[in-house]
C-alpha cells in the first residue's frame, strides 16, 4: 500500500458536504457581519445616551439648589401664616362667645317682652274679629228684618186685593 497515494475522491456524497460545508461557513460570516453592525449600532446608541445624561447632570444641580431655596422660603411664609392663623382662631374664638351671648340676651328679651306683645296681639284680633261678626250679625238682623218686612206687606196687599174681592 505504499504505492497509494493519498488522492481526493469526488464523489457526489462528497461534493454535498463540501457545498453544505461552504454554506455553513458563508452563513456563520453574515451572522459575524450583522453581530458587528448590530454591536456598532448599540454602542452609538450608548454613547448618545451617556451624553445626554451628562448633560442633565450639569444642569440638574443649579436646579436642585434652586428648589431647595425655594423649599426654604416657602417654610419660612408657612411659618408666618400658621402665626396668623392662631389669631385668627383666637378671634373667630372671641367672635363665637360673643354671638352666644347675643343669642342668649335675644332669647331673654323675647322672652321678657315678646310674651305680652303677642298676648296683646292675639287680643287685639280677637277684638277685631268680634266686631267684625258683631257687625255682620246686625247686618244679617236688618236684612232679616227687610225680608220679613217685604214677606208682610206681600201678605198685606194680597189680603187687600181678596178685600177687595169679597166687598164687589
Not at 62 to 75: F, I, W
Not at 88 to 100: D, K, R, Y
Not at 149 to 162: G, I, M, V, Y
Amino acid at each position: 500500500m505504499p504505492e497509494e497515494t493519498l488522492a481526493a475522491d469526488w464523489t457526489t456524497g462528497s461534493l454535498w458536504e463540501v457545498g453544505i460545508l461552504l454554506a455553513g461557513l458563508g452563513f456563520f460570516l453574515l451572522c459575524v457581519m450583522l453581530a458587528f453592525r448590530l454591536i456598532a449600532k448599540a454602542t452609538t446608541t450608548l454613547n448618545r445616551v451617556n451624553s445626554t445624561l451628562d448633560k442633565v447632570d450639569h444642569e440638574i444641580g443649579p436646579l436642585l439648589r434652586n428648589l431647595n431655596v425655594t423649599v426654604d422660603n416657602v417654610n419660612g411664609s408657612l411659618g408666618q401664616v400658621e402665626g396668623e392663623l392662631e389669631k385668627v382662631g383666637t378671634i373667630t374664638g372671641n367672635a363665637a362667645h360673643i354671638s352666644s351671648n347675643v343669642a342668649n340676651i335675644t332669647t331673654l328679651v323675647t322672652a321678657a317682652v315678646g310674651s305680652p306683645l303677642v298676648k296683646a296681639a292675639a287680643f287685639g284680633f280677637g277684638l277685631r274679629s268680634a266686631v267684625k261678626k258683631r257687625g255682620q250679625e246686625v247686618d244679617e238682623d236688618q236684612v232679616r228684618r227687610m225680608v220679613e218686612a217685604s214677606k208682610q206687606t206681600k201678605r198685606e196687599r194680597k189680603q187687600a186685593a181678596k178685600a177687595r174681592k169679597r166687598a164687589k
